[in-house]
Structures are given as C-alpha cells and as structure tokens.
C-alpha cells in the first residue's frame, strides 16, 4: 500500500473548507503520489487514474447496491427511523445491480426516450429565453438563483406533468437529500432532514400516480405508471423511488454543470470569444465543462469479493471511491489537463459514469447546458463576472457547486 504518513490524516485536503476552491491541486497531487489510497476518514479506497476508474466502473465485482453505507454506524432505533429512506434508496435504479437493475432501467428506458428528450429542446430554449427576459434591463444578475436553479427544475417538473408552483418545494427536497447523499458521511442533521424529505415527497407522489392510473396524460410519470416489459410493471415503491431519483438526479447536477461551466468560461474569456465566433463548439465546450469542473466529483461502490485495484488488495465489503473529478485531470489521458480547451479532441470523460449506470438523463442534461450557453452567449456578449464579486462554493466534496455566480450582462445584442 501506498505509504501516507500516519500524522497526516487527510494528505489531499479533500475535506478542507478552503479546497472547495481549487481541488484540483489535490487531485493532481493524489495522481502522483497515491493513485489508489485507502482514506481513513471516509473508510474508503479512493481511485484516481482515470484507467482505473474506467475499468472499475465496468466491474461488476464492484457493487452499486450500497445504500447500507448511508446507515453504518447507526443505532437501531435510528436504523428503524431511517426505514422509509433506506426503502425509498433502495429502489434506486442507482443503487441496483443486475439483474434488478437490468430490469428497472429497461421499464424506465421505456418512459424517458431519446426521442422524448429531443423533443423538449424547442421548450427548453423557450424556457431559458424566458428566464432571460426576467433579467432585461437588470445591470446585475445572480446566475445561480436566477437561471441555473430554476431552469432544469422546471424541466423535469414539467417532464413528470407537475404543476409550476410546486418547483419550490421540489427545489427543498432535492437540496435535503444531496446533503444526504453528496456527503462521504452525513450528520444526523443531514439524515433528519433527508428523511423528512422523503417523507413528504412520498406523499405528494402517491397522489399525483394514483390519478395517472386511471387518467393516463402524456407525461413521463403516465409513461412511468404504464411502463410494461413482458408484463412486468414498475411496483409502487419503484415508481416512487425512481421519481425521486430522477428529481434529485436531473437537477442539481444540471445547475452545477451550468453554474461551474459559465464560471470556468468567465475566468477565461478568450475561450468565451472563441464560442461566439464560432457557436458550433458549443456541444464540444459542453463536455470539456463537464471535463474541467464537475458537478459530481466521485461516485462510489462496495467490493463483492476480494479483489485487486491498481495493485492495491482490496477485500470483500470494502468501499470504493471512484474518484472521476480526478480521472478527468489524468495526463496519462489528457493532454494538458489543467487547460480549458473548449476546442479539445478526445473528449471522453468520466463525469457522466460510465458502464450501466452511465448517466440516464446524459442526454437531458447536456441540452439544457447546451441551450443556456447558446443564449447567454448570443445576447449577452459582454458578459462578465462582477468585479470584485467572491466566489463561494457548497461545503460539499461530492457535489460540486457555487452558493452564487453574480455577472454584469453588459449591453443586449439585438
Ligand atoms: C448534467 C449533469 C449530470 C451529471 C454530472 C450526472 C452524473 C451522473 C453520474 C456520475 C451517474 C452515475 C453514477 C454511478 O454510476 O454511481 C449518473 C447516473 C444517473 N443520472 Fe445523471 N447526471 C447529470 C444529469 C442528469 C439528469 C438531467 C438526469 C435526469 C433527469 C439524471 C439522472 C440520472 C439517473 C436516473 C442515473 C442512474 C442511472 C442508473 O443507475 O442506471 N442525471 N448521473
């Protein structure tokens, strides 16, 4: 094993407040001198080199079904508190394995199509022109409150054929349960409110399926109610798990891909000039954003059986941090890793997953960054980040994202 002095508890500061700004440094450092570690503070292997990673997430000895992480250490009384969330997360597609997996995915495959979500880009431009026209005349504006939370909120609020008014309520839920889910550990403040969460969420469900069964509309929670495979259906629970999965799933990550990837853009504004000279980089600057600074740093597995990673002896039950933030930073891959190029080749990052998890909403997610870039870009030019403005992110290593983003539009082009 890779020897890290026994003094030094977290060797790459992934923990530290102050690394919130720039991990990088510590995932180059991790790349150099230990690829494949175990992290006492989170019991944890972390995996960094992006073959590794690679090849982990197309490992089935590497299991997704890990939802008992989320209540080790836990009293029994708590545990039993914890039920309904520990059901709810157990029925995540996220956290299966085959051939459970296989199954639930196929049913939700069913519902939300490649075709579905190409259809929604007219809607989507329409929404994030509209969000912009809030902003006219406006000198200042918060990106993150403003455009980059709202929007795939709506998105997949209206997907699943939720009424608008509820996007605030939904907002709470999410953010609840990635302080839950995004943190290696979470706090019992952070488990309370997870399961609150749920609880209502649950609630709010049950009734909008129960009127799709006997009044099937368009939306993708009617295709969900009615998704069948050689008759099999999605059961109750699975259909409320999976909304929950695919509300939290489609949307923090979705402002943070926007808010993280405007950012990278402003802090380098020959790159900005670079797509508004030529707009057809856009699909390809979209996926160096998500290379550059994403908004899921790492995901993790549990070991079935005793295997070897990078060299590393790894047992049965062992917990396995696929590190991508740090994969996507691996020279050995890319070249120059530390560079913006929104123009770059060889494009093939780990932020999405990869294997059978790889991301479901890829394809979503990536147009509604697509159509916010194409906006901002074409009517506001001059944008720029507010002079002086700090930039503060979430105290949050999984889940990467600015608190806030404030820009001066500067002039509208007509
Ligand atoms: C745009 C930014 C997004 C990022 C960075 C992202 C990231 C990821 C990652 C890393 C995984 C795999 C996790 C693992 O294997 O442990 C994943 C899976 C998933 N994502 Fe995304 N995602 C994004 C957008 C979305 C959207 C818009 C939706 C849905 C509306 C969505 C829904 C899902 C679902 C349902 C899964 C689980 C798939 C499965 O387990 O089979 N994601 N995502």
């Given at each position: 094993m890779t020897a890290i002095p026994m003094e030094v508890a977290d060797p790459f500061e992934l923990m530290h407040p102050e690394r919130r700004k720039d991990p990088y440094s510590g995932?180059?450092?991790?790349?150099?001198?230990?690829p494949v570690h175990f992290f006492e503070p989170w019991g944890a292997w972390l995996v960094a080199r992006y073959a590794?990673?690679?090849?982990?997430?197309?490992?089935m000895r590497l299991l997704s079904a890990r939802t008992g992480q989320f209540s080790a250490g836990m009293s029994e009384e708590v545990r039993k508190m914890m039920e309904p969330l520990a059901r709810n997360l157990s029925s995540w597609a996220l956290f299966l394995d085959a051939p459970s997996h296989?199954?639930?995915?196929?049913?939700?495959?069913?519902?939300?199509?490649?075709?579905?979500v190409e259809a929604l880009r007219?809607?989507?431009r329409a929404l994030v022109e509209e969000l912009l026209d809030a902003a006219r005349g406006k000198e200042r504006v918060e990106v993150i409150s403003e455009l980059a939370n709202p929007l795939p909120v709506i998105v997949i609020g209206e997907m699943l054929g939720l009424p608008?008014?509820?996007?605030?309520?939904?907002?709470?839920?999410?953010?609840?349960l990635a302080g839950l889910i995004g943190t290696g550990r979470p706090t019992p403040e952070q488990v309370k409110e997870g399961l609150n969460a749920i609880l209502e969420f649950e609630a709010y469900f049950r009734m909008l399926i129960a009127r799709r069964r006997t009044q099937p509309g368009t939306d993708l929670l009617s295709g969900l109610v009615h998704s069948e495979e050689q008759g099999s259906l999605l059961s109750e629970q699975e259909l409320l798990s999976t909304c929950t999965m695919l509300l939290f799933g489609g949307h923090e990550t979705t402002t943070n891909l926007i808010g993280n990837g405007l950012l990278a853009l402003l802090r380098h504004p020959e790159q900005w000039e670079l797509l508004r000279a030529s707009p057809e980089l856009l699909p390809n600057?979209?996926?160096?954003?998500l290379r550059y600074d994403p908004p899921v740093q790492f995901t993790n597995r549990e070991?079935?059986?005793?295997?070897?990673?990078?060299?590393h002896a790894i047992r049965k039950g062992d917990r396995v941090m696929l590190m991508m933030a740090a994969a996507n930073r691996d020279p050995a891959q890319f070249k120059d890793p530390e560079k913006l190029d929104v123009r770059r080749e060889e494009l093939r990052h780990m932020t999405l997953g990869m294997g059978p998890h790889y991301c479901l909403g890829a394809a979503l997610g990536r147009m509604e960054a697509q159509e916010t870039f194409a906006a901002l870009l074409r009517r506001f030019p001059h944008l720029k980040l507010e002079p002086g403005?700090?930039?503060?992110?979430?105290?949050?290593?999984?889940?990467?994202?600015?608190?806030?983003?404030?820009?001066?539009?500067?002039?509208?082009a007509r």
């Open positions: 995932y180059a450092r991790m790349l150099r001198e230990a590794d990673v690679n090849a982990s997430f197309r490992d296989t199954r639930l995915r196929g049913l939700i495959n069913k519902a939300f199509t490649p075709r579905m007219p809607r989507i608008r008014e509820d996007r605030h309520r939904l907002k709470r839920w999410s953010d609840q600057a979209v996926e160096e954003f070991a079935k059986v005793d295997m070897e990673i990078g060299g403005a700090t930039v503060d992110w979430m105290d949050n290593a999984g889940f990467r994202g600015l608190l806030a983003l404030p820009v001066v539009l500067g002039a509208e």
